[in-house]
């Protein structure tokens, strides 16, 4: 601590312990059992076991696809490959994320979650934009289609999709990374849907633009979901304050504590999922021993943040402790 500094006091690193979810996210209460980083260990083993079921489905799909000649699979299939980079890509920030702080990198690689999460957004974004062009040229130009082959495919891979939503459901709501791959499950639930409607209406009807039609359905899904994804992961790259967070209710909280007279400097903002961080600079009065103490109390419990940076600076004027009174007379140096 600087002469100058009244307190400074800061939590331990988010390696040594994670803080609870965000309100209104299906946050745990104080006797939950499970930590965020028990989720996340949870979400990564189950991510394992969803990479292994959609890559074996993805090139049966493909297969389907194209011998039906069935856009809604061939698209379902292209997605269900992204999902196969994405939830790769996912696996892999997730162990690279475990790794420790360094004195370069002091808050570690918890960060390259959110740049998966990212990367997969903007992969589904791009995969909704390929779909409703491909569709735009089938509306205008039908191709015949094998129903029959497309329903039963088209049923597989929602069973598939259904258990693969299962796995990594519980983990979504706890890293937006995990929830990066969780849409990508999602979309080939919805494009299996689809191909299963599109499937039924060609085989009993033999209206052919319901392949395109119900493409272009599942992609605008697909495409709200992802564009959500892209925000949020943007949003904590710029260190923005969590949407859950009033900062008004954080700021008058920090008023109310005995001591405090001004803040000069404040700032919320997500390392990565679940791990919420708060810095302060306050004026103060500096014979109040505790505002540090009570900040980080009233943070924790009223907004779930446990990684918090306080400094108590005296409004000049205060007799500093552990300093000479300019009106007394110094002692003359020694000889």
């Not at 069935?70 to 690279?96: I, K, N, P, Q, R």
């Amino acid at each position: 601590m600087s002469p100058r500094s009244g307190q400074v006091a800061e939590t331990p690193s988010p390696h040594a312990q994670a803080g609870p979810d965000p309100p209104g996210r299906g946050a745990p209460g104080p006797d939950h059992a499970h930590t965020v980083a028990e989720f996340r260990e949870l979400g990564r083993r189950r991510l394992i076991l969803v990479l292994a079921l959609t890559a074996a489905f993805t090139a049966l799909e493909f297969a389907g696809g194209w011998i039906a000649n069935s856009l809604a699979l061939l698209a379902d299939a292209g997605h269900m490959l992204s999902d196969v980079a994405a939830l790769a890509l996912s696996g892999l920030a997730l162990w690279f994320a475990r790794r420790p702080a360094t004195p370069e990198k002091t808050y570690g690689y918890l960060r390259t979650e959110i740049l998966a999460a990212l990367v997969n957004g903007v992969a589904l974004v791009v995969i909704a934009i390929l779909i409703f062009i491909q569709a735009w040229h089938r509306l205008r130009a039908p191709e015949q289609v094998h129903g029959g082959l497309m329903l039963a495919v088209a049923a597989a891979g929602l069973l598939v999709n259904i258990a693969a939503a299962l796995l990594l459901h519980a983990g979504a709501g706890h890293s937006l990374n995990i929830r990066g791959a969780y849409l990508h499950v999602l979309g080939d639930l919805l494009g299996s849907v689809g191909a299963m409607l599109a499937g039924a209406i060609i085989l009993t009807t033999g209206w052919l633009p319901a392949d395109p039609l119900i493409s272009i359905l599942v992609a605008g899904l697909i495409l709200a979901g992802s564009w959500r994804l892209v925000r949020e992961s943007v949003d904590i790259l710029l260190e923005a304050t969590p949407a859950y967070i009033d900062m008004a209710a954080v700021r008058r909280t920090i008023c109310e504590v005995p001591g405090v007279e001004e803040i000069k400097d404040l700032h919320v903002w997500t390392l990565t999922s679940g791990v919420v961080a708060m810095s302060a600079h306050l004026i103060g009065d500096p014979r109040q021993t505790s505002v540090t103490a009570e900040v980080h109390r009233r943070m924790h419990e009223r907004f779930g943040i446990r990684h918090v940076t306080v400094q108590v600076d005296p409004r000049p004027g205060y007799p500093l402790r552990g300093r000479p009174d300019p009106e007394l007379p110094r002692r003359p140096p020694e000889s």
